[in-house]
C-alpha cells in the first residue's frame, strides 16, 4: 500500500537554497530545516486533515547524497486512508537519480489499472523545476483508490510525491500538482 506523505507545519522553507550555484542548470539546496514542513498546513488541512506527520531518519546513502521521507495518512478513516508520501533526495548526482527514478515508474505502474505516465511542462511546478513526470491510475489493490506521483527535478534536488485518495484520478492528479509545487516553492 502506497503511504501518504505531503508536508505540515505551514508555510515554512523544506530546504533553503545555499547559494546560486547550479547543479544541473539549478539551484543547490542544503538540507530541510524541517522535514514535516515541506508541505504547508493550509494544504495538508485540504487534503489530508489531521494526518500526523511520520518522521523517518535521514538516509546517508553516499558522502553527498541524503534522503528524507516524511508521510502524512489521514486517520479519520481507517479503511479510506488518504495519504501523501515524499522522498526527497539531495545529490551532486541529482541529474542522474531522476532518470533512474523515472525508469523504475514501470514497477509502480504495475501497482494501477489504466495508469497514464506522462512528462509534465515542468513550469506547471515552478520555475525552479528542470524535469517532470507524472504518473496516475486507480489502484489494484484498493477498489476506489486513486493513486497519483510525479517525480521532479530541481538542481540537486529529485523530489518524489505520491497522493492517494479515494474521490478520483483527475482529483488526485490535481491534488498532486498543487502539493508538489508547493513543495518546490518551500525549497527556496
Known amino acids: 500500500m502506497v503511504l501518504v506523505a505531503a508536508m505540515a507545519l505551514g508555510a515554512v522553507f523544506l530546504v533553503k537554497a545555499k547559494s546560486s550555484d547550479e547543479v544541473a542548470g539549478g539551484p ?6 524541517d522535514e514535516c514542513a515541506m508541505v504547508s498546513r493550509a494544504l495538508l488541512d ?5 494526518a500526523p506527520c511520520k518522521r523517518t531518519s535521514a538516509r546517508t546513502v553516499a558522502p553527498d547524497e541524503v534522503t528524507y521521507t516524511p508521510s502524512w495518512a489521514t ?17 551532486k548526482t541529482a541529474p542522474s537519480m ?7 515508474l514501470g514497477v509502480y505502474e504495475a501497482t494501477l489499472t489504466d495508469a497514464s505516465s506522462t512528462e509534465m511542462n515542468p ?8 524535469k517532470a513526470v507524472l504518473l496516475s491510475g486507480s489502484s489494484k489493490s ?14 540537486n534536488a529529485v523530489v518524489d510525491v505520491v497522493l492517494t485518495d479515494w474521490t478520483s484520478t483527475e482529483a488526485s492528479v490535481d491534488a498532486l500538482k498543487v502539493v508538489a509545487a508547493d513543495i518546490v516553492a518551500n525549497m527556496s
Open 28 to 33: 543547490t539546496y542544503d538540507v530541510p530545516a
Open 46 to 50: 485540504r487534503y489530508v486533515p489531521g
Open 75 to 91: 486517520v479519520a478513516s481507517p479503511a479510506q486512508p488518504s495519504s501523501i508520501q515524499v522522498v526527497l533526495r539531495l545529490a
Open 98 to 104: 531522476y532518470t533512474h527514478s523515472k525508469d523504475t
Open 123 to 130: 513550469a506547471e511546478l515552478g520555475p525552479k523545476v528542470q
Open 142 to 155: 484498493f477498489s476506489g483508490r486513486f493513486d497519483a506521483r510525479i517525480i521532479a527535478l530541481s538542481g
